[in-house]
């Protein structure tokens, strides 16, 4: 691993080799964690989606490009991008985002052909609202005092109703519907899959929100840092966390995952990082990177290494 050079007054390795970040397991999840999602994805599905579309001027020649808008759980609207490639496709992705929200979407894709939906979370660019937060230290503190008010709750129903939205625009994906998300997208990513069985592979790149209890210990630069200090005043907010643990719903993830994991992050602490990949319940593959969050003199080729490995594991 490279050396990194950084002026954070905490290790951004946090003490761990990789050998260490292997054998990491999270903690016990609540006996109801199961029951609690199956139950939150049974209430979202029955939202009526009122989809809504308009062309834009693609600047891709491979798609046609859309504004798109859904209502998902409690009747947010939920706005992002559709994609559509215009050659011949049997795939379907659903792609998440950062914790900095989206402001387009992301293309090209990886792999074969795929019509591709770019939600935005709720309280981000296009599902803005007046009551949400649009910054990431006061979002991922928002209704954080109850299971059924904390937003993370809803943002995994965001992804399983522009899901919803994917498929009922084009159902020939459904054999081949993919998520691929990163950092907040890769940890919401991971809540939604375990529940939502119309989706068949994955990919969580650095993903974050795994195993609470280690994470409020770690100091970092990224929204873990607010939920770290809030701890601190108020301890009990782990009794709600346990519900919203990445790692503890990866036990539940039994499609093929592909989970892309820093040895170095100061945003996404590595042992979150590695709590959610090796508690994965079915086939798994790693993609190691040697820092994240942060720039380093590599970063290119590792990128250009990532993009060659998911060109291979979207084909399927």
């Keep these: 691993m ?7 007054p905490f290790d951004p390795t946090y003490g761990y080799d990789e050998a260490a970040l292997r054998a ?15 139950a939150t994805y049974a209430e979202a599905m029955e939202t009526p989606l009122n989809i809504q579309q308009r062309p834009l001027v693609s600047p891709h020649t491979d798609y046609d490009l859309f504004e798109i808008e859904f209502d998902s759980l409690h ?6 991008w559709l ?7 049997t795939h379907g992705m659903v792609v998440g985002h950062g914790y900095g ?4 979407p992301g293309l090209p894709l990886p792999g074969a052909p795929a019509a591709a939906i770019f939600p935005c979370a709720r309280g981000f660019n296009r599902s803005a609202r007046p009551d949400l937060p649009d910054q990431s230290p006061q979002h991922v503190l928002h209704g954080i005092d109850s299971r059924d008010t904390y937003i993370h709750r809803g943002c995994a129903a965001d992804i399983w109703a522009a899901a919803s939205a994917l498929l009922q625009l084009f159902p020939k994906v459904a054999e081949n519907l993919f998520y691929n998300g990163g950092s907040f997208g890769g940890g919401i990513g991971a809540l939604a899959l375990p529940w939502d069985p119309r989706f068949s592979r994955a990919f969580l790149d650095v993903p974050s929100f795994g195993n609470h209890p280690l994470r409020v210990t770690l100091p970092c630069v990224g929204s873990g840092e607010a ?4 701890h601190e005043r108020k301890p009990e907010i782990l009794n709600v966390l346990r519900y919203f643990d990445s790692a503890s719903a990866a036990r539940f993830i039994r499609i093929p995952t592909l989970v892309g994991c820093a040895l170095f992050d100061p945003a996404v602490p590595p042992p979150g990082q590695f709590s959610v990949y090796n508690n994965l319940a079915g086939p798994k593959s790693l993609f190691i990177h040697p820092a994240n969050h942060f720039g380093y003199p590599e970063s290119a080729e590792v990128t250009a290494q990532l993009y060659r490995r998911l060109r291979e594991w979207f084909q399927a």
């Design 227 to 230: 939920v770290r200090l809030l």
């Design 75 to 80: 009747k947010i609207r939920i706005g992002g």
């Design 24 to 38: 990491i397991q999270s903690p016990p999840h609540p006996e109801d964690f199961a029951a609690y999602w199956q």
């Design 101 to 104: 929200g989206r402001d387009g």
């Design 2 to 8: 490279p050396t990194m050079q950084h002026t954070f």
């Design 83 to 89: 994609a559509v490639p215009r050659g011949k496709f």
